[in-house]
T-cell receptor, first 112, second 113 residues
Framework: ELKVEQNPLFLSMQEGKNYTIYCNYS?????LYWYRQDPGKSLESLFV?????AVKQEGRLMASLDTKARLSTLHITAAVHDLSATYFC????????????FGEGTQLTVNP | GAGVSQSPRYKVAKRGQDVALRCDPI?????LFWYQQALGQGPEFLTY????????KSGLPSDRFFAERPEGSVSTLKIQRTQQEDSAVYLC???????????FGPGTRLTVT
């Protein structure tokens, strides 16, 4: 059974600081996604990572994938209040119909 | 173009009532997925359609849950005899095909009282 674990589950940080969210998964996967979810809203896709060593950056967020370690990271650089949200990683395996298996989510609060 | 839409956005049901949740996928998207998101949790897979065929329903929590997509576009998730533990946000997602990215709708928040 595929399991996806994120840590930390809760993260409170000050503006201007850097931090990393980790996502571990238990079996091989075909794709890894990072999503953002604001309270009461749906999921907003941030990154799709396809292969080992993949790195993608958008603004203050950078995601990477190490398929050998079954680990993805979401790095936050110089956090700002607008980044406060819950972040999910999700793993996709084509042979299982591409259903997504999500982590528990990391609730990020950026304080002024 | 329009994204994935879901209706109703909010539904309050008394325990024991039946509910029907609708999903309109992006036009032309072959694959359609339903997920259940309990409060404070990540979404969990319920079921998946390829056109009108329901190819995987292994995530449906009980036989009270039923989903259909009769013409390969709009899908309905039906929950019979709702229970309090059914309270959650139900998310629908669609994709061009199975290997393509899924796009999520706004969700339906179901509260069973």
């Amino acid at each position: 059974e595929l399991k996806v674990e994120q840590n930390p589950l809760f993260l409170s940080m000050q503006e201007g600081k850097n931090y990393t969210i980790y996502c571990n998964y238990s079996t091989t996967s075909d794709r890894l996604y990072w999503y953002r979810q604001d309270p009461g809203k749906s999921l907003e896709s941030l990154f799709v990572l396809l292969s080992n060593g993949a790195v993608k950056q958008e603004g203050r967020l950078m995601a990477s994938l190490d398929t050998k370690a079954r680990l993805s990271t979401l790095h936050i650089t110089a956090a700002v209040h607008d980044l406060s949200a819950t972040y999910f990683c999700a793993v996709c395996r084509f042979f299982s119909g591409s259903r997504l298996t999500f982590g528990e989510g990391t609730q990020l609060t950026v304080n002024p | 173009g329009a994204g994935v839409s879901q209706s109703p956005r909010y539904k309050v049901a008394k325990r024991g009532q039946d509910v029907a949740l609708r999903c309109d996928p992006i036009s032309g998207h072959v694959s359609l997925f339903w997920y259940q998101q309990a409060l404070g949790q990540g979404p969990e897979f319920l079921t998946y359609f390829q056109n009108e065929a329901q190819l995987d329903k292994s995530g449906l929590p009980s036989d009270r849950f039923f989903a259909e997509r009769p013409e390969g576009s709009v899908s309905t998730l039906k929950i019979q005899r709702t229970q309090q533990e059914d309270s959650a946000v139900y998310l629908c997602a669609s994709s061009l095909s199975t290997t393509y990215e899924q796009y999520f709708g706004p969700g339906t928040r179901l509260t069973v009282t």
